[in-house]
Every structure is written in C-alpha cells, then in structure tokens.
C-alpha cells in the first residue's frame, strides 16, 4: 500500500511542480483523473467507504441467507475490478502521462499482475466461503487475461476460487448472459459491484436521467441485494456523456463541467 501510494504521489509532484511544461502541454487527455485518483488512493473517506461496503455485505449475506428458501446451492456474484483489486496505480499512469485508456494499455497492466487488494475485500469473500456460499466473479476483464487475475488474487491470499468461478469477458461487456448461466444453479443471495451493470440490466438505460430514476425505483435493494463500491475514475455512467464523433473526451468533459455549472 505504501509503495503503491509513493509511487503515484511522486510521480503527481513532479508533474504539478512542473508549472511551466505543464502549462504548455496541449495534451489533456487522462488529466481529469488526477483528483478522482489521488482521492481513490489517499483518502481515509475511500478506505472507509470499502470497509463500510464489506461489512455491509457481510451483514446482507448473513440476513438474505436465512431468508432464502430456494433449495439450490447459495451463491454469491462479484466483480473484480474496482470492487476487489484496486487499479489505481494503472489510472495513475494514464493521469500523469495524459493518456485515454486503451485496451493495449489495460493488457500492459493486467500483466504485471500488481493490482492491490480493496480494504475489507479478501475477509469477506472469507466470511462467504466458511458459510458455505459459493462465489463466483463476473468481470468485464478479458478471457486471456485469467492466469493474471489467478496470479494477482493469489499473490494478496484471496482464499481460492476454482478457475471455473471466473466469468471473464469473451465477445460482450454485458454481464446478463454470465449472470443467467450462474443463476440456473445456485440461488444467488448477493451481488458487488462498482458499477450497476454489475448487479442487473435495469440500469442499462443511462440516456435516462443517467439511470437515476432507475436507482430510486430499485432503491430497496441497495445495501440488501445489492452492494456498490464507490469508483470515481470510470464506469457506465460515462457512455451517455461522450459524442463518438466529437471533439476529443477532455474537450467534451470541459464543455460538460463548464455547461452543468451554469445550470
């Protein structure tokens, strides 16, 4: 943790006391992850808000298993990224070079199997299993990319999970088919994420009010069926932001900020 922490905030000196380069360097692109990612890394709000989540979990696992009574197996569904590793370091990188993400860069990362655990994550998929709960992963992390995630999990003693539990991305983003192929045989009691799409298709509509009115009429189940893990520097919510055919994203996203603000 330390290292990862020094790493970035070296690197964050550097390129904020370099006023002058800086002020001349016309490339923007990654540089509104600068505050969202010093603010992922180095704030006590973000390390309470994962142990917060996870307890929270643990509690929901505990009450939605006595109440279910479905005579299948119990399982629960994670995603990975930004719920149990922490990638920071990765987006780091892209904030101080002015880099978009890009899958070539993603694979670069994934490789050096170096992503941190999230405070609170490996004791709760601890508490799962010695329930007896089955955990099964549903992550938006390519198939190739499952030695890696193997390793990464390995090396920060996440307790095991069979190859088998990893639902990896192979043609779509969409996690329902992964979801449904679990759901045949196991009553799943309990679902993480970073990301609403990481829970059901019901938010899949963000053109409407970014899936807001979707969250209020789905609002029980937060905290109960669903547990989300606050994540700043990327996500679903994005998509209905961008033009495809615009100007570049650091152009659109000033125009954004400079639009809601004059609301």
Known sequence: ??????????????????????QHNENHAGDYLHQAVL?????????????QAFNLARTALEVNLAADTCSLPKAIILD????????????????????????????????????TALPGAI??????????????????RMTGELQWTINNMRK??????????YFLKSTTSDKKMRRDSISQHYSVILFVGDNLGDF????????????KDAVDSLSDLFGTR??????????SWEKPLYEKDGPPKHEQRRSLMIAYDNL
């Open 1 to 22: 943790m330390k290292q990862r922490l020094i790493v970035f905030c070296i690197a964050a000196a550097t390129l904020f006391s370099c006023q002058k380069p800086c």
């Open 39 to 51: 603010w992922y890394q180095l704030s006590g709000e973000m390390q309470a808000c994962s142990h």
């Open 80 to 115: 990975i990224d930004e719920t149990l590793l922490d990638n920071s370091p990765f987006m780091a990188e892209m904030s101080i070079n002015h880099r978009e993400f890009s899958p070539e860069l993603w694979e670069e990362w994934s490789k050096k199997e170096a992503a």
């Open 123 to 140: 004791g709760f998929i601890q508490y799962a299993i010695d329930k007896g709960v089955e955990v099964f992963y549903v992550s938006n």
């Open 156 to 165: 920060l003693k996440f307790p095991e999970i069979q190859a088998e539990n």
């Open 200 to 211: 059901s298709n019901d938010f899949d509509n963000r053109s409407s009010n970014f899936a």
């Open 226 to 235: 669903y547990i989300i893990i606050p994540n700043p520097t990327y996500g």
